[in-house]
């Protein structure tokens, strides 16, 4: 019961920080958010690798541990981006296809799934087709939904490409990673940030107002890891990934509660599609 409490608990707080990283997105320039929610985060995992008092693991799974830093970077980019100019609805299911990734490298590698997870890739699939189709009565709403599949993938393959870097670094010694990680992520942000400003693309300009919930971004992306990462070791790793991928569900129902995005019937069924897609992979 604790383990599936703590899961249900993370897909509380990824939801909400996706959805309020979405949001904070369209009052404040993109970089700006990335860099105040992230350097949060990076803080508090500091602390807690520094309250463990354990040492640093070699330089192989810090190396993967800076690359999925890296790649996840991309995919928060793209995510906030996604769900600032598009619709949260659309981005947050597609995004969460990233375990169709990881799957494919092990198809790659030769690794050969189970028949659950052949289906709910076939499922994640099929939804991303419907969820991108938009009838000719609607091309205002259509070229919103474009954009918003697109910078879903984007955020996918990111995310993907973080797990399976991330689990080759976790095998080291988890705080460590997560540390390395989000270390490398604030540093390409930085990065970004101040080659922005150099070529004045770009003005760090945060209102007072808003910097508490862009902080409370990066404190609620740590917290939801602690607790996924603690209910993974309380119960069976499959079901707390599956009550863990709920994320995307918060994300739309609280769009829909205070965006009041709707959807029609087509983009309706092919979310719920990808939604069963990725249960059934993270299952699998």
């Not at 259509?142 to 399976?164: D, T």
């Not at 080291?172 to 400003?197: I, Y």
Request: positive net charge; hydrophobic residues 60%.
């Amino acid at each position: 019961m604790i383990a599936i409490a703590l899961a249900l608990g993370a897909s509380l707080g990824w939801g909400a920080s996706d959805f309020l990283g979405g949001l904070k997105s369209r009052t404040a320039p993109l970089l700006t958010v990335l860099l105040v929610s992230q350097s949060a985060a990076l803080l508090l995992v500091t602390a807690l690798v520094a309250v463990r008092g354990a040492g640093p693991p070699g330089a192989g799974p810090l190396g993967q541990a800076a690359a999925a830093g890296a790649f996840e970077a991309v995919a928060v980019a793209a995510l906030y981006r996604g769900l600032a100019a598009g619709r949260m609805s659309i981005v947050a299911p597609v995004a969460a296809t990233a375990p169709a990734v990881p799957l494919l490298a092990g198809l790659a590698a030769g690794e050969v799934p189970g028949t659950l997870q052949c289906g709910g890739l076939g499922l994640a699939l099929l939804g991303l087709v419907v969820t991108s189709w938009r009838s000719r009565a609607d091309d205002g709403a259509a070229s919103r939904a474009l954009p918003s599949v697109l910078y879903g993938l984007l955020a996918a393959l990111g995310f993907g490409a973080f797990f399976i870097a991330m689990g080759g670094a976790s095998e080291g010694d988890v705080g460590w990673a997560l540390l390395t990680a989000r270390l490398t992520a604030c540093t390409a942000v930085a990065a970004a940030v101040a080659a922005a400003v150099v070529l004045r693309r770009h003005r760090v300009a945060l209102s007072r107002t808003d910097l508490p919930a862009i902080a409370a971004i990066g404190a609620l992306i740590v917290t939801a890891d602690a607790l996924y990462a603690t209910a993974s070791t309380h119960g069976l790793v499959s079901i707390a990934a599956v009550l863990g991928s709920l994320h995307t569900v918060v994300t739309m129902i609280l769009a829909r509660v205070f965006l009041r995005e709707r959807l029609a019937r087509p983009q309706r069924a092919g979310i719920a599609t990808s939604l069963l897609g990725v249960l059934a992979i993270s299952a699998g």
